[in-house]
């Protein structure tokens, strides 16, 4: 079947902090990768994507390269700010296959002034 | 701007009660889903629909039922709310796929409390 694993939680990080969340994954197919971001109080809500192996994607400063070779879409942002606490959820749909991603637990990410 | 939204932010219940949790999207997406989230356990799929009247089981969808007669609107419904039901609920939409390149969209989540 399909997983994702996300390094638990949570990240404290220092302001203007470099960033690195890790997420692996297993896919029976060919899989589309994303980073969501949950607010507090708030939904999830997507913040980048990549869909093919060596894709960059990248928002709000935050990258992530999808690695075919280690199965691996591990999150970046060179400085965090403290409006970045979040939590961090990574996911994966299946090309071809069906439309319901499968989600890592969650990363939740404080950033301290 | 595209939106979910969901009835109620928090709604606190008693034991026994019939609940009904309320999704509008305003994308004309074909699928829709409803998720709970707990802490340490993330996101775990309750139901889902790809089409008026249509639904599907998730991974956890004892004690839940849910409803769509609009495409616009997906209703969640405890038919007699428990106390181990207390958590995030978090609706969700995306267009049907060509591709897997679509992504979902959440509405802001309604807390849950049964008392």
């Known amino acids: 079947g399909n997983s994702v694993t996300q390094m638990e939680g949570p990240v404290t990080l220092s302001e203007e902090a470099f960033l690195t969340i890790n997420c692996t994954y297993t896919a029976t197919g060919y899989p589309s990768l994303f980073w969501y971001v949950q607010y507090p109080g708030e939904g999830l809500q997507l913040l980048l994507k990549a869909t093919k192996a060596d894709d960059k994607g990248s928002n709000k400063g935050f990258e992530a390269t999808y690695r075919k070779e280690t199965t691996s879409f591990h999150l970046e942002k060179g400085s965090v700010q403290v409006s970045d606490s979040a939590v961090y959820f990574c996911a994966l749909t299946i090309s071809g296959g069906s439309y319901i991603p499968t989600f890592g637990r969650g990363t939740s990410l404080i950033v301290h002034p | 701007d595209v939106k979910v939204t969901q009835s109620s932010r928090y709604l606190v219940k008693r034991t026994g009660e019939k609940v009904f949790l309320e999704c509008v999207q305003d994308m004309d997406h074909e699928n829709m889903f409803w998720y709970r989230q707990d802490p340490g356990l993330g996101l775990r799929l309750i139901y889902f629909s790809y089409d008026v009247k249509m639904k599907e089981k998730g991974d956890i969808p004892e004690g839940y039922s849910v409803s769509r007669e609009k495409k616009e609107r997906f209703s969640l419904i405890l038919e007699s709310a428990s106390t181990n039901q207390t958590s995030m609920y978090l609706c969700?939409?995306?267009?049907?796929?060509?591709?897997?390149?679509?992504?979902?969209?959440f509405g802001p989540g309604t807390r849950l409390t049964v008392l």
């Open positions: 969700a939409s995306s267009l049907r796929p060509a591709s897997s390149y679509n992504e979902q969209f």
